[in-house]
């Protein structure tokens, strides 16, 4: 008999892969494979993914459990391997040396529970073999692996299967499709939501149709950005619409979604959508005087290949190239998520296109932090969506379509601000 009753190794592993120690879906599967490979019997596991980076998990064994946290930004993770009974946690520790790519490490083994300070008690197990055997483990562990987007003071976790259907790392991003046992499948950039099969309509919605309404006869549109391809999907609903040019500067989006998200992705193949995958700065920039009647920026957040789209050279050419009574409608932050950056695209707009002609519209999406968002608007004519009176139109479109979040009373009542909203951009 063993001396003690646990097994205690207490790990640290450094100069290991930054992607493989930010990569939730592969270390979870890692931590389990390293207990079952040391003949460990895995109850449960549960991990968390922190965006920008860092991981945190726990694999619960009946011999009892493997735990991680990784800071990929410095090449380490925190190990520790708790076992009792005949279990070999040094089997675990080999193999997650390897599989993380460490190339140092340092081990601190300690035996827990030593027997000799112990006194064995003797009470009546009866009834706790009875609650017992009530309870049965399914045929699989239980997964419980979370993936969180967050900054420095708040976060948004979503739990999710663990599978991974996608993953490229492309010129630009990370390209990623996990599946959400909540939300569906999802796509992520650089470990930040961009959406969900079960909340997109949300955003593609209202980044499409009050513009569409606002405007009456929008004809040739093009959308910057837009890789998942529901707001050219929107679009195309529209009868009256002879044109849709989509650029979208990376190609990974596309395939991703074309393959995996295909009710978003599903005009891609639409005779009137121009698709080009190109830099949609470059395309503004060299695209002739007043060419669109709509200009739809739908972009991520202003980080990585998204950043040029919230410079005041880039909403200068969208003023440019739209015709007159044209609008543009830019993804514009959460004022709640992203306070700097919401204020500073409609102060930009506000010079572009007058203090009256940027208007805001908030809706809401629950995969996004905090639930508020924005879409900012840019008029070069005189109609305005707070004034739009098309209350029939709508309603049989909205009927017509089977569409799930926009109606002519969220028409309105988007535009309607919160006092603090209003601070925030009338300075």
């Known amino acids: 008999m063993s001396n003690a009753l646990g097994n205690h190794i207490l790990v640290e592993f450094m100069g290991c892969d930054p992607h493989i120690m930010n990569d939730v879906s592969s ?135 663990g599978e991974v259907f996608f993953d490229v790392q492309s010129p630009f991003q990370r390209v990623r499709i996990l599946e959400s046992p909540k939300y569906g499948k999802l796509l992520t950039l650089d470990d930040m939501f961009m959406t969900t099969e079960k909340d997109e309509f949300h955003y593609h919605e209202m980044i499409s149709h009050p513009a569409m309404f606002t405007h009456g006869n929008a004809k040739n549109i093009l959308v910057i950005g837009g890789g998942d391809g529901g707001t050219v999907r929107e679009f195309l609903r529209h009868d009256g619409v002879e044109k849709v040019t989509m650029v979208e500067i990376d190609g990974e989006v596309i395939k991703a979604c074309k393959e995996h998200l295909p009710s978003i992705a599903a005009s891609f193949d639409h005779p009137k959508l121009n698709l080009i995958v190109g830099d949609g700065i470059a395309f503004a920039k060299e695209a002739a005087n007043e060419e669109f009647d709509l200009v739809i920026v739908d972009g991520s957040d202003p980080v990585g290949p998204a950043e040029g789209l919230f410079s005041v050279e880039f909403y200068r050419n969208c003023h440019r190239i739209l015709k007159p009574g044209g609008i543009l409608v830019a993804q514009g932050e959460s004022p709640k998520f992203n306070e700097q950056s919401f204020t500073e695209l409609n102060i930009t707009l506000q010079h572009i296109f007058g203090k009256e002609n940027a208007p805001v519209s908030l809706f809401f999406v629950p995969t996004y932090p905090t639930g508020m968002w924005s879409f900012q608007y840019g008029l070069k004519g005189s109609a305005h969506p707070k004034t739009v009176s098309k209350e029939s139109e709508i309603e049989s479109f909205v009927s017509e379509k089977g569409l799930k979040y926009y109606n002519s009373d969220i028409h309105k009542a988007s535009f309607a601000l919160p006092n603090f909203v209003k601070s925030l951009i009338n300075g």
């Open 27 to 161: 270390i979870e599967r890692d931590m389990v494979d390293a207990a079952l490979k040391a003949g460990a019997t895995v109850i449960n596991s549960t991990f968390h993914h922190f965006s920008p980076y860092g991981v945190s998990g726990v694999v619960v064994i009946q011999e009892s459990h493997l735990a991680i946290h990784t800071w990929p930004e410095y090449g380490y993770a925190a190990v520790d391997l708790f076992t009792c009974g005949e279990m070999d946690a040094w089997i675990s520790f080999d193999y997650l040396k390897e599989c993380f790519g460490a190339k140092n490490y340092s081990a601190l083994e300690m035996k827990r529970g030593a027997v000799q300070l112990l006194t064995r008690n003797d009470f009546d197990i009866s009834s706790m073999r009875q609650k017992a055997g009530e309870w049965s483990n399914p045929e699989m562990y239980t997964r419980n692996v979370w993936f969180t987007d967050k900054d420095d003071n708040q976060a948004l976790s979503l739990r999710y299967t």
